[in-house]
């Protein structure tokens, strides 16, 4: 299996266009793609590859973000992440794990666990493999692939998303969509048409858009965190100017007054939802903007620090040293020399 496609998230134009998520989808370079196919029948249970092990094996290097799903195409199973307790899926629905962590798969009787690298071929791979386990029982069919980001999208987000969060579309027009898209991934998983590695991913990546939307919209009354900021009529427009123009030399009060509230209001109300003042969220923006441009283009450093609103290559490169950790030259060097 060869590494993910590039992202159809990474649009041009889309913190111009006051589309925050987007820009921050861009910004990280979230890629999905299909990991294996899977056919069990009862009685049955099966352990994922662990984090650092999916790493390796399709070939992501050790500083990358990378957390998995898995789709149920046909039957039914039970998820249990390392210290949760157990979910039920049944066919159309699925299971994100965002934060990468351990879990098992299985139709919920007390069978003995067979890791999956035990039941998958040995790597590389030509195509995701098919994987067969379990005793002669009803049947259940599991797609499960995996998203990737050259930055931590958690940290980006900054936001409490749960450890497991499981996708069950309801009767709305974006449960309809959802539905609709998880029976086109079913269907190319196992039809073997030409393309369907790269239309898998553009699915998976759409799916988890719109996954992230319906975790914003259901948050309650209070909740703090990125995407409760975005839905902030105050905080949501900030993010729309901070991100539309990280260029821009943006002081506090020029920025309250163009959102008509007060400093104090704008600097309290950001920081409760978000944990960071504007200005230094602004920082941390402006450094993944500046890693994405280090890692995707030759530019001299002069036009990198100018194209993220610092006036000389010394103010930047100050800056990135502080939030990063190491210079920009050196930061570009490392990437340039990293695999996956």
């Given at each position: 299996m060869t590494n993910a496609p590039?992202?159809?998230t990474n649009s041009p134009g889309a913190a111009e266009r006051g589309d925050v998520l987007?820009?921050?989808l861009a910004a990280v370079r979230l890629r999905g793609g299909l990991l294996l196919r899977a056919e069990l029948r009862q009685?049955?249970?099966?352990r994922p590859l662990d984090v650092p092990r999916l790493k390796a094996v399709i070939g992501v290097g050790p500083s990358r973000q990378l957390f998995t799903f898995h789709i149920v195409t046909r039957g039914a199973c039970w998820v249990r992440r390392s210290g949760g307790e157990p979910r039920q899926l049944q066919a159309g629905e699925a299971v994100l794990l965002p934060h990468g962590d351990s879990h098992t798969l299985g139709d919920g009787r007390d069978v003995p666990v067979l890791s999956a690298e035990r039941a998958m071929p040995p790597p590389p791979w030509d195509e995701?493999?098919?994987?067969?386990s379990g005793g002669g029982g009803r049947e259940t069919r599991l797609v499960c692939g995996f998203f990737v980001s050259?930055?931590?999208l958690l940290g980006t987000l900054g936001a409490p998303l749960p450890r497991t969060i499981c996708i069950r579309p309801d009767a709305g027009p974006a449960g309809r969509w959802l539905a609709a898209n998880i029976r086109?991934?079913?269907h190319e998983a196992w039809s073997g048409r030409p393309g369907a590695q790269g239309m898998l991913a553009r699915l998976f990546e759409l799916m988890f858009v719109e996954i992230l939307r319906e975790q914003m919209a259901r948050l309650p009354?209070?909740?703090t965190g990125w995407l409760a900021a975005l839905r902030d009529p105050v905080v949501g427009r900030c993010l729309e100017r901070l991100h539309g123009a990280p260029q821009r030399d943006w002081r506090m009060p020029a920025?309250?007054?163009e959102l008509c509230v007060s400093p104090s209001q704008l600097a309290e109300r950001f920081k409760r939802l978000i944990g960071l003042p504007p200005g230094r969220y602004l920082t941390r923006w402006r450094m993944q903007l500046a890693q994405r441009a280090l890692r995707e283009s030759a530019a001299p450093l002069s036009r990198v620090a100018e194209t993220v609103g610092y006036g000389s290559e010394a103010a930047f490169t100050r800056a990135f040293k502080r939030e990063v950790g190491t210079t920009p030259a050196a930061w570009r060097a490392s990437a340039d020399g990293a695999s996956g």
């Open positions: 590039e992202s159809l987007s820009s921050v009685p049955w249970a099966i995701a493999p098919l994987v067969r050259d930055q931590s086109f991934i079913s009354e209070g909740a920025l309250a007054e």
